[in-house]
T-cell receptor, first 112, second 117 residues
Framework: GDSVTQMEGPVTLSEEAFLTINCTYTATGYPSLFWYVQYPGEGLQLLLK?????DKGSNKGFEATYRKETTSFHLEKGSVQVSDSAVYFCALRHTGFQKLVFGTGTRLLVSP | GAVVSQHPSRVICKSGTSVKIECRSL??????MFWYRQFPKQSLMLMAT?????????EQGVEKDKFLINHASLTLSTLTVTSAHPEDSSFYIC?????????????FGEGSWLTVV
């Protein structure tokens, strides 16, 4: 079945450092790929998405590119802020379905 | 934007008792809501799909008699953990979508931490 694998956390960075959170997936067909973020005490929020190969999703300085050849969707940000501290979830979903398949989540801690 | 609210955010209950978690869509109607569970250091796992006015659809391995889901209105779904045991302690989160009008965007609640002692 479908699955999503994320790097384990926590990822601890200093402010303005470069961020990469790895995500790879296993799925039949061509799913849409998502990154969700969960800030402390809040629900999951959609951060960015990509619906087909080579698409790049971007939002709030974060980027991720749908790489079909490596079945990856790594999350990157050039300069993190303390306010980016949260748990980040990679997920996939097949077109026409509302069911999401999540990775385990990666906690990011950014210190001043 | 659309908001999904869960209540309670944290609950502690005694082993053997039942506990109810509510999931509300605050500014849209949702014919379908989803319940997920997350154990520490594991993925969010879909437990069941809650269908307004009909029975929920449970994922394989999820006990429907233990995790009762009621979707009595277009804005409210409830998850009741019956005869709770310590192994039911987990993070439960719901999601809902306004449907095609929103491009099938999915909104999540804040989640509920259940601790069974």
């Amino acid at each position: 079945g479908d699955s999503v694998t994320q790097m384990e956390g926590p990822v601890t960075l200093s402010e303005e450092a470069f961020l990469t959170i790895n995500c790879t997936y296993t799925a039949t067909g061509y799913p849409s790929l998502f990154w969700y973020v969960q800030y402390p005490g809040e629900g999951l929020q959609l951060l960015l998405k990509a619906t087909k190969a080579d698409d790049k999703g971007s939002n709030k300085g974060f980027e991720a590119t749908y790489r079909k050849e490596t079945t990856s969707f790594h999350l990157e940000k050039g300069s993190v802020q303390v306010s980016d501290s949260a748990v980040y979830f990679c997920a996939l979903r097949h077109t026409g379905f509302q069911k999401l398949v999540f990775g385990t989540g990666t906690r990011l801690l950014v210190s001043p | 934007g659309a908001v999904v609210s869960q209540h309670p955010s944290r609950v502690i209950c005694k082993s053997g008792t039942s506990v109810k978690i509510e999931c509300r869509s605050l500014d849209f109607q949702a014919t379908t809501m989803f319940w997920y569970r997350q154990f520490p250091k594991q993925s969010l796992m879909l437990m069941a799909t809650s269908n307004e006015g009909s029975k929920a659809t449970y994922e394989q391995g999820v006990e429907k008699d233990k995790f009762l889901i009621n979707h009595a209105s277009l804005t409210l779904s409830t998850l009741t953990v019956t005869s709770a045991h310590p192994e039911d302690s987990s993070f439960y989160i719901c999601s809902a979508s306004p449907g095609q009008s929103s491009g099938n965007t999915i909104y999540f609640g804040e989640g509920s931490w259940l601790t069974v002692v």
